[in-house]
């Protein structure tokens, strides 16, 4: 795998008979460095800001959602003296950033907070949390509309259960989904719940996967839904979930039909990266993943298609070399059916990225393209594109090579990517877990957790539009 996969990664379980240990990677270092900026960095990002108003305690994996209007909604894990709450901060569109606070009063400790927005500007956050004494562990979930109260934190799954990893979606009328993983005695199985927007309500959580005992395992569900409610899941299934190999398996739901039998969607019968993506919008949605082909060791990137309305699924392309090293595609689509793709890649002695376009009439580019990301090693990518086609990329680089920085390049709707700009220039420690959203408005918001000088860490954001 990628030395980078570690870097931000969601709550991982690792299965010992009956025993269950939650590991979760954390960034290091704190050695001070002189950042070297792009020789011409992009101007349209605004800089970078700490989103916290108490720097006394570690905080980690953020998420972000831009609501068609500007506003954004952050969620983040915060040490607070031993134990990991939830917390948030909400952007006004014209007023800026508001205080942050606590979403959730449970005790036990926070993993994995997600959220999602509508195109009607509701947002949804969901997270998994421990629930101190009986063992057990919740998804839980939260609604907030700007310039109204959030509703109450709502648990998902089985009291008695043990949840975690959720993944979030909405669609135009905020209607939501949330699939998790679930141990269940001796395995783990993808779970999911539908939110109707008009009643308020949640379904009943359903299975999707049919691991059904050991040692088959099914793990670490990712999400989309297009503007109707039509929603893909995927997930992991393996034997051995600290070790591999994984398969890809997925299931689709429309709002008149409910979910589909799972299927298996790779290419071939190879090893699986779990870092996989969809996306979905008014056209139809795609599907991302490293796979090695049938035994081989060398992983390259796959995609499959669906259009608007028929759910069924073309046939995996290839898009990467055949030669090639490539792990943790990033996907996103935009309301023409236009695409990105982006995912990490062995250039010659590092890691770098690459990019590559897709549209209707011509397919994916033919020759994918290298980002111009200067010199350093670069990863953990993270893509977003509004429906209008406009497009942000953020991830990880060594600048100088001795610590992690944030870059950025943007992107306007038919165009190509701009020249990759510093997004943080914070010297005093690494800046890891980035993620980025773009708006329907064409603002995008970036953020990611980074080392103070005391090796303390915080919650920063960087805007563009």
């Not at 990664?9 to 290091?28: H, K, N, S, Y």
């Not at 031993?82 to 007023?95: I, M, Q």
């Not at 398969?247 to 298996?264: D, E, I, K, Q």
């Not at 980002?371 to 990329?393: D, E, F, H, K, Y």
Request: charged residues 10%; aromatic residues 10%.
């Amino acid at each position: 795998m990628p030395f980078l996969n570690h870097i931000g990664a969601p709550l991982r379980l690792l299965l010992l008979g009956l025993a269950l240990a939650m590991v979760l990677a954390c960034g290091g270092g704190g050695n001070s460095r002189v950042n070297t900026p792009p020789s011409n960095p992009g101007t349209a990002w605004s800089g970078a800001q700490v989103l916290e108003s108490n720097l006394l305690f570690n905080s980690r994996y953020p998420t972000v959602a831009v609501g068609p209007t500007g506003d954004a909604f952050v969620a983040w894990k915060r040490d607070s003296g031993g134990v990991y709450d939830a917390w948030a901060k909400s952007l006004n569109a014209s007023t800026g950033w508001q205080p942050e606070g606590t979403i959730e009063s449970v005790d036990g400790d926070v993993g994995n907070p997600q959220v999602a927005v509508s195109a009607n500007g509701s947002f949804m956050v969901a997270w998994d949390q421990v629930s101190p004494g009986n063992g057990d562990c919740g998804v839980y979930v939260r609604k907030w509309i700007p310039g109204s109260n959030m509703t109450s934190a709502l648990r998902l799954n089985d009291p008695s259960a043990f949840g975690y990893g959720p993944a979030v979606a909405m669609d135009q009328s905020g209607n939501a989904c949330v699939a998790w993983t679930e141990f269940v005695g001796t395995y783990t199985e993808i779970k999911a719940s539908r939110f109707t927007a008009a009643t308020g309500t949640w379904s009943a959580p359903q299975v999707l996967s049919t691991a059904g005992a050991l040692p088959a395992q099914a793990l670490w569900p990712v999400i989309a839904m297009d503007p109707t409610g039509n929603t893909a899941v995927v997930w992991i299934q393996t034997t051995d979930p600290t070790n591999g190999p994984f398969s890809l398996h997925g299931a689709f739901c429309t709002p008149a039909g409910g979910w589909s039998s799972p299927g298996n969607l790779q290419a071939g019968s190879g090893d699986v990266d779990p870092n996989c993506a969809l996306a979905m919008s008014a056209t139809g949605g795609f599907l991302a993943w490293a796979e090695t082909m049938d035994g081989g060791t060398s992983y390259q990137v796959y995609t499959r298609r669906w259009v608007a309305g028929s759910m069924v699924i073309d046939a995996p392309v290839r898009v990467s070399g055949a030669s090639e090293v490539a792990y943790s595609p990033k996907v996103a689509l935009d309301a023409q059916g236009n695409a990105w793709l982006a995912w990490e890649q062995m250039i010659g002695s590092s890691w770098g990225l690459v990019t590559s376009r897709f549209t209707p009439s011509a397919g994916w580019s033919t020759t994918p393209q290298i980002l111009p990301t200067g010199a350093g090693q670069a990863g953990n990518v993270r893509l977003s594109m509004n429906t209008s086609g406009s497009a942000a990329m953020i991830w990880q680089q060594m600048n100088d090579g001795s610590q992690w920085s944030i870059n950025g390049s943007l992107c306007p709707a038919g165009g190509n990517w701009g020249i990759p700009a510093l997004l943080e220039t914070s010297n005093a420690g690494h800046a890891y877990s980035p993620e980025v959203h773009m708006g329907a408005n064409g603002q995008a918001v970036a953020v990611w957790y980074q080392l103070d000088a005391g090796g303390i860490r915080h919650i920063y954001a960087n805007r563009a539009k």
